[in-house]
């Protein structure tokens, strides 16, 4: 059984990659070309920091294009009826919308990592003994602990791919929920949208409100690299429940109020 529901789920998650290649495409050549043609401007020219502006915009664009095809990857399937050959198949909720946001997530990870990867490359090669000396004046440094720094960029990108999840999760909830109704589809998504977002920002917020006076405090007298890594730490953990339990809902209404 549980060789068989793995298969489901792969062929799934194989559906939703074909349907997400040309934006993985796209992201990965756009900055590959972005690159190259930095290498060549900026080579052995005094501008050479200004690569790190492209470069986080190709950042934003490989994160916000999942967001985007999180609404793809469900309205396309009702405009083309194909939800309901899904509800005839022996899948259930979890496996369906699973498999998408598992793409998705895969899409976010191919994407920064392309640009990432791309990024460091031309900075090593535009810039690599500046880098190298600002790296050894760090590890000489006594204040300075190069594996918390790198912990931090790790739970940073973490904290990321947990907001995206949090994200994908309310936008999953509220095209459910828009699509139960046969007018005004789109208003009650947005509405849905909002919501949800409201809703977990006010319960976050008071949650955050109970512990405030301890961080305050703690923050106030010892802000290290450290504290910051619990606070992303902390911040992803949240963010992953909160994503958890908007997911289970909207699988629960998948499961039980979406009909052939």
Do not use: C, D
Request: net charge positive; hydrophobic share 55%.
């Amino acid at each position: 059984m549980q060789a068989n529901g793995y298969r489901k789920f792969s062929a799934l998650y194989g559906k939703e990659m074909r349907e997400l290649s040309l934006e993985i495409i796209i992201v990965t050549g756009l900055a590959a070309v972005v690159n190259l043609y930095l290498f060549f401007r900026l080579n052995h020219t005094p501008y050479i920091r200004l690569l790190i502006v492209p470069n986080l915009m190709l950042l934003g664009l490989a994160g916000f294009l999942p967001f985007l095809a999180s609404f793809k990857l469900i309205n396309r399937e009702w405009k083309s009826n194909t939800v309901y050959m899904l509800l005839s198949l022996p899948v259930r909720g979890a496996s369906v919308l699973g498999a998408k946001a598992a793409a998705l997530l895969t899409q976010y990870i191919a994407g920064t990592m392309a640009v990432g990867i791309s990024a460091a490359l031309l900075s090593l090669a535009l810039a690599g003994p500046e880098i190298k000396a600002v790296l050894q004046q760090l590890y000489i440094n006594p204040g300075v602990n190069l594996n918390q720094l790198l912990g931090s960029g790790v739970l940073f990108y973490l904290l990321s791919m947990a907001g995206l999840l949090y994200l994908v999760s309310i936008s999953f909830g509220s095209q459910i929920a828009g699509h139960l109704v046969r007018s005004y589809s789109g208003l009650v998504t947005l509405l849905v949208f909002v919501a949800l977002l409201y809703i977990v920002q006010y319960f976050g917020g008071l949650l955050a409100y109970q512990f405030s006076p301890y961080f305050l405090t703690f923050l106030s007298n010892q802000w290290t690299v450290s504290t910051f890594n619990k606070f992303l730490l902390l911040s992803t953990i949240g963010l992953v429940v909160a994503s958890a339990v908007i997911y289970l809902g909207t699988v629960w209404v998948y499961n039980r109020r979406i009909e052939l």
